[in-house]
């Protein structure tokens, strides 16, 4: 018997690694999944603060105790890093933004060791 090949949609972000090469596409699948979350939690528009906090509880809800790991491996180590992505998906048009979100708003959101590993020590 043979076992079909199991395939699944990823979005292209081709052009943003082109320019930014410092994430893994995963990790901006992840951040526009929290997006729609996030948005949809709060029927619209998120701040990065909150943004980061929905980042936090969907990578514990999906990884566990491999959030850190697996986050690591993408190239995200900190809260700054998502700020980053998010505005790459907005450099590349993918999402909008309002005039007062800038990167500044994910800066000293959380600690990635403390939040992901701390539940676990």
């Known amino acids: ?8 949609d990823v979005e292209d972000y081709s ?18 999944r929290t997006i729609a979350e996030a948005s949809e939690s709060a029927k619209g528009h998120v701040t990065g603060q909150e943004l ?6 969907l990578a ?3 990884y566990g105790p491999l959030a850190f790991t697996v986050l690591s ?10 700020g980053e992505i998010v505005f790459n998906l907005y450099d590349a048009k993918r999402i909008g933004k309002t005039d007062s979100d800038s990167r500044a708003d994910f800066i000293g959101g ?5 939040e992901f590993l701390g539940p676990y020590a």
């Open 60 to 62: 514990l809800d999906a």
């Open 15 to 32: 052009d943003i690694l082109r320019k930014d090469s410092r994430y893994d596409s995963r990790a901006y699948d992840f951040v526009m």
């Open 52 to 57: 980061l906090g929905f980042f936090r509880d």
């Open 110 to 114: 959380f600690d990635f060791r403390e």
């Open 73 to 82: 491996q993408w190239g995200v180590h900190s809260c700054e890093d998502v």
């Open 1 to 8: 018997m043979e076992i079909p090949e199991i395939t699944y």
